[in-house]
């Protein structure tokens, strides 16, 4: 154990400075405890094993039926006894698609109480979604250029290995497997169903999306508004468990009481700080713009592997929890009922002589994201300016090329390579 240990510092030196290799970590089946088992990278989300003395008890189980048999056939390796339980720590399709691989004659599934409205209202939205999760996942880009990705393509109907939960439950679920007690608690964080499991005797928490090592989506571009606050009093209440290990649905296990008190308080810290940070200024009057240019992280915590963009981010986080508290007005009256941003391009162009004046005024423009905005005048009025597309896919791709973070990286490219397609359609 020592030595798995030691491999896994050195492993965690070896990228601390490239955030995105947290969310990509190596393939393969961890041994955690005697009892514990974590399949990384697989897929986007992990499998977690706990083998009872007459059962394996799983939780969570990818968003793939494909990826979970691989990590099943590893721990078949290990262990030939049934699935007694699988547990959804929320209704997140990266959690509960590869159900069916672990679906026996007597396995009984368990999900808090809400994961069912939570799953209906991600249902009735499926059409959005699935454009949604292709754009977060780059599901149209190559492999290799892919930022967050998926172990299947969410644009393909093909197979999905959701089993309808069997027990629900509102605060909290005890049950005893094979000699081992298992504690669920509901956890507010990535959603409103969330759980985490406790298992008390392996000093083992499994906290869900509750942590994973990048800062946390508090508030995801394209997905509805999170319970921020009750995010971070779940990370009170984990404290109070004294896990020796802590293995969570996305990224590595960590190992040690003292490392994993710090990491909760640290990450308990930053939500707390980003969201208080905001609602001061939310009550000064100050505008979005500027608070999203005045919050950011202290220094030591802005510092900490585990709280690098490369998931979620600060600046998005305080345009959830502005809008999540506030509205959508941001008192500027111009905004309160806008006119169409196609005939304020016109105006634009009218009064510069034309798209060529702003196309040489892009040409020369070094800030990707300036150079964006303005060939997005010219296509207001023009939409088909083949050189304003030609400047736009260009912007997106630098844009795309410098993200720190990997939903952002997929939202770039993918409107990059959407531009570049129609360069050859536009004359
Ligand atoms: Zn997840």
């Known amino acids: 154990m020592k030595y798995f240990f030691r491999l896994f510092c050195a492993a965690a030196l070896a990228v601390l400075s490239v955030p995105a290799q947290y969310l990509n970590p190596p393939r393969g089946l961890n041994k955690v405890t005697e009892r514990v088992y974590a399949a990384t990278g697989y897929a986007l989300g992990n499998v977690i094993y706990v083998l009872t003395d007459k059962s394996i008890v799983v939780v969570d189980t990818t968003e793939s039926p494909a990826a979970a048999q691989a990590t099943f056939d590893e721990m078949r390796k290990i262990s030939s006894l049934p699935v007694s339980y699988v547990v959804y720590t929320h209704f997140h399709g990266d959690h509960i698609n590869g159900a069916t691989v672990f679906k026996g004659e007597g396995t009984k599934i368990i999900a808090q109480r809400q994961h069912t409205e939570e799953l209906a209202k991600y249902v009735m939205l499926s059409g959005y979604n699935t454009r949604l999760n292709a754009i977060q996942f780059g599901s149209a880009l190559p492999a290799e250029k892919r930022g967050a990705r998926l172990a299947m393509d969410p644009r393909q109907p093909g197979v999905r290995g959701y089993i309808r939960p069997d027990i629900f439950f509102d605060d909290e679920y005890r049950f005893e497997e094979g000699g081992v007690k298992f504690e669920l608690y509901h956890t507010l964080g990535e959603t409103f169903d969330h759980l985490m499991v406790w298992i008390p005797q392996e000093r083992v928490l499994l906290p869900g999306d509750l942590f994973y090592e990048s800062f946390p989506m508090l508030a995801s571009p394209m997905k509805p508004d999170r319970p921020v606050l009750g995010w971070a009093a779940s990370l009170d209440r984990m404290r109070k468990l004294h896990a020796a290990y802590l293995v969570p649905s996305h990224t590595r296990p960590q190992v040690g009481e003292a490392e994993i008190d710090n990491i909760l308080v640290n990450y308990g810290r930053a939500i707390h700080w980003v969201h208080d940070e905001t ?6 009057g100050m505008p979005l713009e500027r608070i999203r240019d005045e919050v950011k992280l202290p220094a030591d915590l802005a510092v900490l ?16 929890i502005y809008k999540e508290y506030t509205g959508w007005y941001d008192f500027n009256p111009a905004d309160l009922n806008p006119g169409s941003k196609a005939a304020l391009s016109r105006a634009l162009m009218e009064a510069s002589g034309g798209s060529a004046a702003i196309l040489k005024r892009a040409g020369r423009e070094t800030n990707s994201q300036l150079a964006l905005e303005l060939a997005d005048v010219v296509l207001g009025a023009e939409p088909d300016n083949r050189e304003a597309h030609a400047m736009r896919a260009a912007a997106l791709e630098k844009l795309g090329e410098a993200a720190k973070n990997t939903v952002e990286r997929n939202v770039y490219l993918v409107a990059a390579q959407e531009e570049k397609a129609k360069l050859t359609t536009v004359r």
């Open 279 to 284: 609602v001061k200024r939310v009550n000064q």
């Open 305 to 320: 592997p585990y709280l690098q963009p490369g998931y979620g981010t600060v600046l998005w986080s305080v345009n959830g």
